[in-house]
């Protein structure tokens, strides 16, 4: 899945605010004076740590300085503000600042932790406060918010959460607005994260879609697509909701006949689940294992892995020439690459962006790298045994590795990269020869940018059932594509479907 890559990219909204994903919905009975006045009498006297935390502390200097909260506080604020990515930002600002070890777990648990729980965390503040959080400011809100996280999702004690977060907000916003931040949180730490569920969520049996955006704080329009995707469970989208708040393994590659998994296990990895050449990282920075360092191995989803090499294992009577059409950053295209070498075939690698096609150039050892657009090709037809279509989508399959994505992600990009996704797919089954195999991908099991885009060519191509070149794995569906799941198989949600051109 390629987010930003120009050809179709991600539809950006408004940054994360209660109410515009669905799980801010105003309900009667449920927030406003009527949460107002149950979150009141439960924040008072719930215990000697609520009663006393975070009492202001007038008269006092310059609060100290936590660099690990700052640094988490800071990077709400860029996605905020500048819609960075956290993901991208959040090892720059621990280098930056020489943040390590414990308070570099901290920094990146408090961040990441509160951009996913951020649709649960607004309807539990706006059961504690005078106003919605929509009309809090921006600053002052993103602290709280942090403190929300460390009283309902961690193991910090409660004085200490609020306490943290009150010269958070003295020392970033101002001593004013820390009266507010510190009503509000003794409010919070009166109550469990269970137990603010049940005020705050409506009722399962009442409103299952409602409930499960507010628990597990997903907008309404991605649990409405991921029920669909499973098929209408309930129980098994609370499942997969589940699975995206949880902080993913890090999964490497070993590239073959360049490095090996038993190099990486030697490095400190453990031997991974399905792919034979995927290792599980525990702890520690890939970057420090010697293999990763020269690009023999690297940082790859087990099902971005297996999705590629399901295409390599479809047989071919001539077997030569392949193309990664849409190859930016290049976690594929670094494996296909070096399978191609082992085989004797050669692969291209193509992106629309230049800044896309340079990461490929630098994952990949013998491949041709060029920028192109799939969709206006720059190779002649039925050039290719192979092609690789890991399309731009939604990324609805890797919410759990990009923690503010959901919140960016607007239903109304979805008719136009639909539409991007059917003239790449139409361009790739011209760049194959008759005979050739085209793999279709998508990082998202949304039904609209997977099972249909895929009928729409069902006359021109035969669909493979692609189950049968992922022996390693099952639970993959009915057939004849491939869906991963986090809740199944721990990966990304990875779509996969191949189609062998008539």
């Known amino acids: 899945m390629k987010q930003g890559r120009g050809q179709g990219g991600d539809a950006r909204g408004a940054g994360p605010r209660r109410g515009q994903g669905g799980a801010g919905q105003a309900r009667p009975g449920r927030g406003g004076k009527t ?15 609520a009663a006393h935390a975070g009492q202001p502390r007038q008269g006092r200097g310059r609060p100290p300085r936590d660099e690990a909260r700052n640094a988490a506080y800071d990077l709400m604020r860029a996605v905020d503000e500048r819609d960075a990515y956290a993901n991208l930002l959040m090892p720059t600002l621990l280098r930056q600042r020489r943040i390590t070890g ?26 504690c406060s005078d106003r919605p959080p929509e009309e809090v400011d921006p600053p ?66 009442q409103d299952p879609i409602g409930n499960l955006v507010v628990t597990y704080s997903h907008p309404r329009w991605i649990v409405s697509a991921l029920r669909d995707a499973v098929g209408g469970d309930v129980d098994e989208t609370a499942a997969l909701l589940e699975a995206d708040n949880e902080r993913p393994r890090v999964t490497l590659v070993a590239r073959p006949g360049r490095a090996t998994v038993e ?21 520690g920075d890939p970057g420090a294992i010697p ?8 940082v790859q989803d087990e099902a971005s892995q297996l999705v590629a090499l399901a295409l390599t294992r479809v047989p071919l009577d001539r077997d030569g020439s392949w193309l990664d059409m849409c190859a930016g950053p290049g976690g594929k295209a670094g494996l296909l690459d070096a ?26 050892r013998e491949a041709k790298v060029i920028t192109a ?17 890991d399309a731009p989508c939604t990324g609805l399959g890797a919410l759990r590795r990009r923690p503010e994505a959901r919140w960016r992600r607007d239903p109304r990009s979805i008719p136009e990269l639909t539409a991007l996704q059917r003239r790449l797919l139409d361009s790739a089954l011209e760049a194959v020869r008759p005979g050739g195999v085209v793999a279709y991908v998508t990082c998202s099991p949304h039904l609209a940018e997977t099972r249909a885009v895929v009928e729409d060519v069902r006359d021109r191509a035969e669909v493979l059932d692609a189950r049968a070149f992922l022996p390693e794995v099952s639970g993959l569906g009915d057939g004849p594509y491939a869906q991963f799941w986090p809740h199944r198989h721990g990966t990304d949600a990875m779509f996969l479907a191949l189609l062998r051109r008539a």
Do not use: C
């Open 35 to 49: 949460g107002q006045g149950r979150a009141g009498q439960g924040g008072a006297g719930q215990g000697a740590a």
């Open 102 to 127: 414990r308070d570099a777990a901290l920094a990146t648990e408090l961040a990441y932790g509160t951009l996913r729980g951020l649709g649960t965390y607004d309807e539990v503040i706006a059961a």
């Open 140 to 205: 002052l809100l993103d602290a709280v918010r942090l403190g929300v996280h460390q009283l309902l999702r961690t193991r910090i004690p409660p004085h200490a959460a609020v306490s943290a977060t009150i010269d958070l907000v003295r020392l970033r916003v101002g001593p004013g607005p820390s009266r507010y931040a510190n009503a509000v949180l003794r409010k919070v730490a009166g109550r469990t994260l269970e137990q603010w569920l049940e005020i705050v969520a409506p009722p399962r049996a």
């Open 263 to 283: 190099e990486l296990v030697a490095a400190g990895a453990e031997p991974a689940a399905y792919s034979p050449y995927a290792a599980y990282l525990p702890e």
């Open 291 to 298: 293999a990763v360092g020269e690009a023999r191995a690297a």
């Open 339 to 364: 399978v191609a070498t082992q085989r004797g075939a050669r692969l291209l690698g193509a992106d629309v962006q230049y800044h896309r096609a340079r990461l490929v150039w630098g994952t990949t």
């Open 373 to 389: 657009d799939g969709t206006r090709p720059a190779w002649r037809p039925g050039a290719f045994d192979r092609v690789m279509l």
